[in-house]
């Protein structure tokens, strides 16, 4: 599976930004889920989506953020909203086929695209 992000840029904080991850396949048929890193720190689960169309989210990023998925485009979505200095990081979609792990744990996926970078600054 070819993923391709695209969506990101440079924001002010409170800003919006969506987020594209569109695939060569069938993303209905995967659990896709967006990661991010920022400098100096550890991958991060941000937002999933799995077969079932069921939505997780973490910690740190629920009630801003929304991901959603387009079947027709093969592509899912990360609606980002009232964003922060500390959603900087370069964001990457991932996924497989069946989740064996909690969604956050990134050993577990088998595809990823090559990342998206957002800058959240005034």
């Known amino acids: 599976v070819h993923l391709v992000e695209s969506g990101g840029g440079l924001v002010q904080p409170g800003g919006s930004l969506r987020l594209s991850c569109e695939g060569d396949?069938?993303?209905?048929?995967?659990?896709v889920t967006w990661f991010r890193q920022a400098p100096k720190k550890r991958r991060e689960g941000v937002s999933s989506?799995?077969?079932?169309?069921?939505?997780y989210y973490g910690d740190t990023v629920q009630g801003r953020f929304i991901i959603s998925r387009d079947n027709a485009r093969n592509t899912v979505y990360l609606q980002m909203n009232s964003l922060k200095p500390e959603d900087t990081g370069i964001y990457y979609c991932?996924?497989?086929?069946?989740?064996?792990?909690?969604?956050?744990?990134?050993?577990?996926?088998?595809?990823w695209g090559q990342g998206t970078p957002v800058t959240v600054s005034s």
């Open positions: 396949a069938a993303l209905h048929r995967y659990s």
């Open positions: 989506i799995d077969r079932d169309g069921d939505t």
């Open positions: 991932a996924v497989v086929s069946t989740l064996g792990l909690s969604w956050y744990e990134a050993m577990q996926y088998d595809y």
